[in-house]
């Protein structure tokens, strides 16, 4: 389906959504994607992914970028606080996931790899059960299956893990793959990890600290991913920004980086297919 037509499409939806009243949430301007949601001009910015060993890009994670002046400071997620209810939430929400995926599409050079969306801890007490199944009409839209998704979920670690463990099932099986952010902020039991099986597991950037003990974030860090790794899932070391904070995280075997070091987010997706050397600062 040609852009121009997809966009209409999603702004007519989202009107139908709306009991058929609002103006148009999304708009092309200069070969972006850019949505009004909540008084903001918001657009995408994507962070990629790099393996490890090779030094590879091989996905991005998608991240809300606030493209207004009247609100300096501000930062883009602030959109999901003007929500009035859980079922306006869920609506912003995955609009903001359709914005990600539009400007996704219109990545030329994409030639595979995935891309990461964060979905927000309350769409998930919000919707009961069919998780995933109206943003998979979303994605098919967009020429996108869920095998190219990495759903970010993040867990509190206090609460039963049966309401996010279902969900997780469910997005299993349509097909999305399914990361759990911070690990190791709030828990880092094995054991509730286990009941969530999620496919990735990103370590919290408290974990790979260099203002701390060195040689203690690299026991910490290397247990965990070693743990983790044997459950059988890929772990991400994030946040990284200074080169000690990288030698913590390649020390401790985590499958794939991200971080500022590695690359900052941009408007634009790195290439997958031409290799990417890893460079530590001097």
């Given at each position: 389906?040609?852009?121009?037509?997809?966009?209409?499409?999603?702004?007519?939806?989202?009107?139908?959504?709306?009991?058929?009243?609002?103006?148009?949430?999304?708009?092309?301007?200069?070969?972006?994607?850019?949505?009004?949601?909540?008084?903001?001009?918001?657009?995408?910015?994507?962070?990629?992914?790099?393996?490890?060993?090779?030094?590879?890009?091989?996905?991005?994670e998608?991240?809300?970028?606030?493209?207004?002046?009247?609100?300096?400071?501000?930062?883009?997620q602030?959109?999901?606080?003007?929500?009035?209810?859980?079922?306006?939430?869920?609506?912003?929400?995955r609009?903001?996931?359709?914005?990600?995926?539009?400007?996704?599409?219109?990545?030329?050079?994409?030639?595979?790899?995935?891309?990461?969306?964060?979905?927000?801890?309350?769409?998930?007490?919000?919707?009961?059960?069919?998780?995933?199944?109206v943003?998979?009409?979303?994605?098919?839209?967009?020429?996108?299956?869920?095998?190219?998704?990495?759903?970010?979920?993040?867990?509190?670690g206090?609460?039963?893990?049966?309401?996010?463990?279902?969900?997780?099932?469910?997005?299993?099986?349509?097909?999305?793959?399914?990361?759990?952010?911070?690990?190791?902020?709030?828990?880092?039991?094995?054991?509730?990890?286990?009941?969530l099986?999620?496919d990735?597991?990103?370590?919290?950037?408290?974990?790979?600290?260099?203002?701390?003990?060195?040689?203690?974030?690299?026991?910490?860090?290397?247990?965990?991913?070693?743990?983790?790794?044997?459950?059988?899932?890929?772990?991400?070391?994030?946040?990284?920004?200074?080169?000690?904070?990288?030698?913590?995280?390649?020390?401790?075997?985590?499958?794939?980086?991200?971080?500022?070091?590695?690359?900052?987010?941009?408007?634009?997706?790195?290439?997958?297919?031409?290799?990417?050397?890893?460079?530590v600062?001097?």
């Amino acid at each position: 389906m040609p852009l121009t037509e997809l966009v209409h499409y999603f702004n007519k939806r989202n009107r139908l959504d709306c009991g058929g009243d609002g103006a148009d949430v999304f708009e092309i301007v200069d070969r972006r994607a850019r949505a009004y949601l909540g008084g903001r001009v918001l657009g995408s910015l994507y962070q990629p992914v790099v393996d490890r060993g090779s030094g590879r890009v091989i996905g991005h994670e998608a991240f809300l970028h606030a493209l207004d002046g009247e609100a300096p400071g501000l930062p883009a997620q602030s959109v999901f606080l003007d929500a009035h209810d859980d079922g306006e939430l869920v609506r912003v929400d995955r609009l903001a996931r359709t914005l990600h995926a539009l400007n996704f599409l219109l990545e030329r050079e994409q030639q595979g790899g995935f891309l990461a969306l964060n979905v927000h801890p309350q769409l998930i007490r919000a919707v009961r059960d069919h998780h995933g199944h109206v943003f998979e009409s979303v994605l098919s839209r967009c020429g996108l299956t869920p095998d190219r998704i990495v759903l970010e979920l993040a867990d509190d670690g206090f609460e039963p893990p049966s309401v996010l463990a279902a969900a997780i099932a469910e997005y299993h099986e349509r097909g999305y793959r399914i990361a759990l952010d911070n690990f190791g902020r709030h828990s880092s039991d094995l054991e509730r990890l286990e009941v969530l099986s999620p496919d990735i597991v990103k370590l919290d950037r408290n974990l790979i600290r260099d203002d701390c003990h060195l040689s203690l974030s690299r026991r910490v860090a290397s247990g965990l991913a070693a743990e983790i790794r044997s459950l059988g899932m890929q772990v991400v070391g994030q946040g990284i920004e200074r080169s000690q904070q990288l030698e913590i995280a390649r020390d401790a075997g985590v499958d794939w980086l991200q971080g500022y070091l590695i690359a900052a987010p941009a408007a634009g997706c790195q290439p997958i297919t031409r290799p990417q050397r890893v460079r530590v600062a001097a």
